[in-house]
């Protein structure tokens, strides 16, 4: 989207399953068997000098799929809303209609970091606008302009990362989609964890919604050895596959724009925690399965697994919660993946650059802390480089 350029969204209202301010952007889905809620991604940092976010994920046995991001309500009468990106700040233009507002009195506008609520006050009774807690980054709040434009409420906000360009008002699927290719840079993503099946329904909607490759090492393994997974673990033994995926992690890790589901549990590389040498050449995602009920609690339990890193999964980048799965959800899972990859990467925005250099010096194992060419990775991380 060029910077003076304005995207129309047309809002539609029906029932509480809908989002109110597009039909194309659904925060609540129906659906027979299970309830998954969506928290905003928890920013840590652990003692190993990387940083991890966990989104924890809670599924139940009920009717409804929620997602706790969503706005919350939108009149009837407000049609549509108009939003651009202008390098340093964002505009967003609300339809007042038929609203008949009679002074600048009658409208509450209160912007506070990510998250955004507009009231209007009409016959004594607020009726809300917009109401997000999920701005798509962060805005400076003190910095807010708003004004009335004819039958437009006109609202300014200035953005914390003026290079960060801005698909959308919220930060939703499409908008992070369509905005995390600015940050990954090509970078490719590797998803590991407890289930294979996991791995493989996340890596398949990120990649179709990223415009990456999806690539699943259960499927290159079986095809090259002509066999199950199970078959050949039954007849040489899980070291034998899990040195098989090695060297398919070795092929893989100088492509680009790829999205990789791994092995699952004991049978994969990535649980053992000194088999990620090439794994290190991507983003990596680690689908976590938990028992915790909120954010905090996950927040914890993850912390722990990255102290102890007694899992080969605690080296991920990124941690995502989840109580239970359902196969219908992956892409929610995706969202929240994506969400904290985005939270990650603009934490340091070297980072791309780094798991670059990492590859074209020959995924060393030197990662986080990326040793000078010609360091040899035999002779131990503090051995030095005579570089005469």
Not at 200 to 216: F, Q
Not at 294 to 320: F, I, M, P, Q
Not at 365 to 377: L, V
Request: proline letters at 4%; one cysteine or more.
């Amino acid at each position: 989207m060029a910077a003076a350029a304005a995207t129309y969204h047309h809002l539609s209202l029906s029932s509480i399953s809908q989002n109110p301010i597009s039909k194309s952007k659904t925060q609540h889905f129906s659906s027979p068997r299970h309830s998954v809620s969506i928290f905003k991604p928890i920013f840590i940092s652990s003692s190993l000098h990387k940083s991890t976010n966990v989104v924890p994920i809670k599924t139940h046995d009920r009717r409804r799929f929620t997602c706790s991001n969503s706005l919350s309500s939108i009149p009837a009468n407000t049609s549509q809303y108009e939003f651009s990106d202008g390098s340093a700040e964002i505009e967003l233009r609300l339809q007042l209609g038929s609203l008949e507002i009679q002074s600048s009195k009658d409208i509450f506008v209160d912007a506070d970091g990510t998250c955004l609520t507009v009231r209007v006050n009409r016959s004594g009774s607020f009726i809300t606008l917009i109401e997000t807690n999920q701005l798509f980054d962060k805005i400076k709040p003190t910095e807010t302009i708003w004004y009335i434009d004819e039958d437009q409420l006109v609202i300014n906000l200035k953005k914390q990362d003026p290079e960060l360009k801005w698909p959308d008002i919220v930060e939703s699927w499409e908008s992070l989609t369509a905005g995390s290719m600015q940050l990954l840079k090509g970078t490719s993503i590797f998803l590991v964890g407890d289930s294979t099946e996991v791995n493989e329904k996340v890596a398949l909607e990120l990649a179709v919604g990223l415009g990456y490759t999806p690539l699943s090492t259960k499927e290159l393994l079986e095809t090259f050895a002509k066999q199950t997974i199970d078959s050949w673990m039954l007849a040489e033994g899980s070291d034998s596959v899990v040195n098989g995926e090695c060297d398919v992690l070795e092929s893989l890790s100088s492509h680009v724009r790829a999205v990789v589901a791994t092995l699952g549990g004991q049978q994969g590389a990535a649980a053992r925690a000194d088999k990620w040498q090439h794994l290190y050449a991507g983003f990596t995602v680690w689908l976590s399965q938990t028992e915790a009920m909120d954010e905090n609690s996950a927040k914890e339990e993850a912390r722990r697994h990255v102290k102890d890193g007694k899992l080969g999964y605690s080296n991920a980048d990124v941690v995502v919660k989840l109580q239970g799965w359902d196969a219908d959800h992956a892409k929610s899972v995706a969202q929240a993946s994506l969400s904290a990859l985005k939270q990650l990467i603009q934490s340091d925005k070297k980072l791309p650059g780094k798991k670059s250099l990492y590859i074209r010096l020959g995924c060393r194992g030197d990662w986080p802390n990326i040793k000078p060419p010609g360091w040899d990775p035999s002779a131990g991380p503090n051995a030095s480089t005579d570089t005469n």
